[in-house]
């Protein structure tokens, strides 16, 4: 099993340019979040979802945006990239939410805005 | 407002034992997880408390008191495989997860 899969995994932009992070998992699991984490700092929670054409925002969602159109796939886009989005990007899922949901990490993202 | 506060960074020698704190105040309690990071790499699931008490798993146990808002994840034996960052997570009432910023341990020989 491939488990969490992110791409790609290191990116330069320039700041106004917009991209996606894609992430897919091969695990059928139903809940999916995308966080960042900045040095020093606690993952912060994007979006999430719950399951295939629902999504809902987390902690930081502004200057973010997300679609779950399959059970697989979660792509997190970025538009008008800023700098205060350098970090790195972990896409997650669990099979259940609440307590029962162990979180699978993807291997991260790492953006740069330059 | 909602807070974790765990050591930013401990050093420990080899074969020894450690135990790394984490302090919780969070809109209520559904549990405790902890979770290891090496550098540049993804966290992977250690434990999760949800009762009061111990929770031995091998090498590495974890312990909660949910009146004190206190948990510990303790290594025993420790090898150099273990110099890793230590996430406290906690779940709170809408099953959001808080985390902490973690523990960077750093194991000399």
């Known amino acids: 099993n491939a488990g969490v899969t992110q791409t790609p995994k290191f990116r330069i932009l320039k700041i106004g340019q917009s991209m996606t992070l894609q992430c897919t998992q091969d695990m059928n699991h139903n809940y999916m979040y995308w966080y960042r984490q900045d040095p020093g700092m606690g993952l912060k929670l994007i979006y999430y979802s719950v399951g295939a054409g629902i999504t809902d925002k987390g902690e930081v969602p502004n200057g973010y945006n997300v679609s779950r159109s399959t059970t697989e796939d979660f792509p997190l886009r970025l538009e008008l990239a800023a700098p205060s989005q350098t970090s790195v990007y972990f896409c997650?899922?669990?099979?259940?939410?609440?307590?029962?949901?162990?979180?699978?990490f993807g291997e991260g993202s790492r953006l740069t805005v330059l | 407002g909602q807070n974790i506060d765990q050591p930013t960074e401990m050093t420990a020698t080899e074969g020894a034992i450690v135990q790394i704190n984490c302090t919780y105040q969070?809109?209520?309690?559904?549990?405790l997880f902890w979770y290891q990071q090496h550098a540049g790499e993804a966290p992977t699931f250690l434990s999760y408390n949800v009762l009061d008490g111990l929770e031995e798993k091998g090498r590495f146990s974890s312990f909660l008191s949910r009146s004190k808002g206190y948990s510990y994840l303790l290594l025993k034996e420790l090898q150099m495989k273990d110099s890793a960052s230590y996430l406290c997570a906690v779940m709170d009432s809408n099953y959001q997860l808080i985390w902490g910023a973690g523990t960077k341990l750093i194991i000399k020989p």
């Open positions: 997650a899922s669990s099979y259940e939410g609440g307590v029962a949901g162990e979180l699978f």
């Open positions: 969070t809109s209520g309690f559904n549990g």
